[in-house]
T-cell receptor, first 113, second 116 residues
Framework: GENVEQHPSTLSVQEGDSAVIKCTYS??????FPWYKQELGKGPQLIID?????GEKKDQRIAVTLNKTAKHFSLHITETQPEDSAVYFC????????????FGAGTRLFVKA | EAGVAQSPRYKIIEKRQSVAFWCNPI?????LYWYQQILGQGPKLLIQ????????DSQLPKDRFSAERLKGVDSTLKIQPAKLEDSAVYLC??????????????FGSGTQLSVL
């Protein structure tokens, strides 16, 4: 079955620096790769996504890149702010079998002021 | 637009007791999911409904977990009897399947279950 690995598990950056989180997936049939942000006591919230026919997508300070050949995708956050501190999950979804979304284990991001 | 509603927010029970969680998805969302999130891990799918039918329950421990979505709207997830390892946050999510290529998940805040 599909497996999504995420690194690092914890990331600490200084305010204003960039943060990069990397994920790999195993199922080459996966075609949709969302990123979710989870704050304490809340459910995950979608912040950006990318489809397999696109190599890069940007939304203000966040961007995602996808390398289909290597089955890698990454989240980039620039000019980090304290409110970016949260747990970030990558995920992969295959287009068959009920569109199951498989999540990575998460990265806890600390942004130090 | 109202989000996904879940209750209760917290539940503490002893092992071998039973517990039930409730979820009301976003209006119009045909697909409903229950995820289990153990501390320090990503959400793991337990069961997926399309309207009131089960699409995927391959990861649901059916000897103790059950779920239903009788009228294709609200859903309940039950655990009976609970084990210590069931301690986790139970997340409900919904999605709109109007466009199958645009299935974004909307999560509720979850129910945090502690089994003592």
């Amino acid at each position: 079955g599909e497996n999504v690995e995420q690194h690092p598990s914890t990331l600490s950056v200084q305010e204003g620096d960039s943060a990069v989180i990397k994920c790999t997936y195993s199922d080459s049939a996966s075609n949709y790769f969302p990123w979710y942000k989870q704050e304490l006591g809340k459910g995950p919230q979608l912040i950006i996504d990318i489809r397999s026919n696109v190599g890069e997508k940007k939304d203000q300070r966040i961007a995602v890149t996808l390398n289909k050949t290597a089955k890698h995708f990454s989240l980039h956050i620039t000019e980090t702010q304290p409110e970016d501190s949260a747990v970030y999950f990558c995920a992969a979804r295959r287009p068959t079998g009920g569109f199951k979304t498989i999540f990575g284990a998460g990265t806890r991001l600390f942004v130090k002021a | 637009e109202a989000g996904v509603a879940q209750s209760p927010r917290y539940k503490i029970i002893e092992k071998r007791q039973s517990v039930a969680f409730w979820c009301n998805p976003i209006s119009g969302h045909a697909t409903l999911y229950w995820y289990q999130q153990i501390l320090g891990q990503g959400p793991k799918l337990l069961i997926q409904f399309q309207n009131n039918g089960v699409v995927d329950d391959s990861q649901l421990p059916k000897d103790r977990f059950s779920a239903e979505r009788l009228k294709g709207v609200d859903s309940t997830l039950k655990i009976q009897p609970a084990k210590l390892e069931d301690s986790a946050v139970y997340l409900c999510a919904s999605s709109h399947v109007g466009d199958p290529t645009n299935e974004k998940l909307f999560f509720g805040s979850g129910t945090q279950l502690s089994v003592l």
